[in-house]
């Protein structure tokens, strides 16, 4: 419904290491977007590359925006435009900054900030994973839709949002996280230092019995290829232990929610060495206290990026059954199912198409 939509917003994907600016027209960009250094650990300078960057974009544009739109990774009170808090991608930025405030004042624009992770999911719930899977299963014949979705961003952190039917889910507090859920292995310890850029460089270390974690995880992935020279068994086995520890926290989430899932971040270019133990940690089952096997999700759980799994995801086991008393048949599918794919769209246009439809969305309830 976005994709008509006159209205231009200038958007921003900040990470701590660079600030991607651009400007969103009917969800698509309008203009070529901009990358500055962040500056992040020193807040006049990090002010002023904001400053400089909406700016730039402003001026290419032919028409004037309505609004500034961005991600900032982190909690936040995003509500009122306020940064602070535990922000180790953004040290400045930790005693509270009223972000917001500053820039309405700059520009004379209404200002929206949110959480990178929650807009990636929103703008895959408009217009990435969660219309594209409905399509397919429309196109094979298949009665089921979703509507909820669950998105993660695999990066310097372990982002988690949430939209439902529809609607991008903020919480009380600016504050739906799964980053600080139990490792599964290390009790007492974050799951993110498990499922992060620093968790792969660290296993990788460990496993290959090397001193030296300098390796990123783009060398890493090279190495489990065989592209590079490495420790190749180290390699996968670090991309193993990412998938596992990352599919018990997803678990989690999908069993309060009960959505599809959906991960972009640079580290989703590993994904076949992630996946398989991410599914099978998805899959897994526990036991009660009598013995009794119960599955870790009650969902069977897809690889929706496999041509054979979607197949099996989109039939399931519809059937007609007849309605007591009459004549008449009802389509019945008993079984409960979820899956989970690598974001299409690439986390930084995701995030760009979430804050644009936030936007719009929120000038359009006041």
């Known amino acids: 419904m976005y994709t008509k939509e006159n209205r231009i917003v200038v958007t921003l994907d900040a990470g701590g290491t660079n600030f991607v600016f651009s400007a969103i027209q009917g969800n698509e960009y309008v203009v070529r977007p901009i990358t500055l250094p962040s ?18 974009i402003i001026k290419s544009l032919g028409n004037s925006p309505v ?5 900032f990774p982190g909690p936040a009170d995003y509500k009122n435009g306020i940064i602070g808090g535990y922000l180790p991608n953004f040290p400045s930025f930790r005693d509270g900054v009223a972000l917001g405030p500053f820039l309405e004042e700059k520009f004379g624009l209404p200002v929206y900030i949110n959480n990178d992770a929650d ?47 529809g609607k991008l889910h903020m919480g009380d507090n600016s ?13 007492g310890i974050i799951v993110e230092d498990g499922v992060s850029v620093r968790a792969i460089k660290r296993a990788y270390g460990e496993f290959a019995n090397h001193p030296d974690y300098n390796l990123e995880p783009v060398d890493i992935y090279r190495v489990a290829t065989g592209a590079m020279d490495g420790d190749k068994d180290a390699a996968v086995k670090a991309f193993e232990l990412f998938g596992e520890i990352a599919g018990d926290a997803i678990a ?23 996946m398989p133990s991410m599914l099978k940690e998805m899959r897994s089952e526990l036991k009660t206290i009598g013995g009794e096997s119960v599955g870790r999700l009650q969902m069977n759980v897809y690889n929706l990026d496999s041509k054979e799994e979607f197949e099996k ?23 409960k199912r979820t899956g989970v794919m690598i974001s299409k769209l ?14 719009i969305d929120s000038i359009d309830s006041k």
């Open 313 to 335: 995801f989109a039939k399931g086991e519809s059937r007609e059954i007849s309605v007591y008393g009459s004549d008449k048949k009802v389509i019945y599918d008993p079984e």
């Open 119 to 165: 807009l990636f999911t929103y703008g895959e719930a408009v217009a990435g994973a969660l219309p594209e899977i409905n399509q397919r299963l429309r196109e094979a014949g298949s009665h089921k839709q979703y509507n909820n979705l669950i998105g993660y961003t695999w990066g310097t952190g372990f982002g988690y949002g949430l939209s439902i039917n």
């Open 252 to 274: 989690t989430a999908t069993s309060l929610v009960d959505g599809i899932v959906v991960v972009g971040g640079g580290i989703t270019a590993a994904s076949k060495f992630i």
């Open 39 to 56: 500056n992040a650990s020193d807040l006049d300078n990090c002010l002023a590359t904001l400053v400089k960057g909406f700016e730039a």
């Open 67 to 71: 609004a500034i739109s961005f991600a």
């Open 175 to 187: 504050c739906t996280e799964t980053f600080c859920l139990k490792h599964k292995l290390l009790p």
């Open 346 to 359: 690439g986390a930084s246009k995701a995030i760009a198409i979430g804050a644009y439809c936030y936007a």
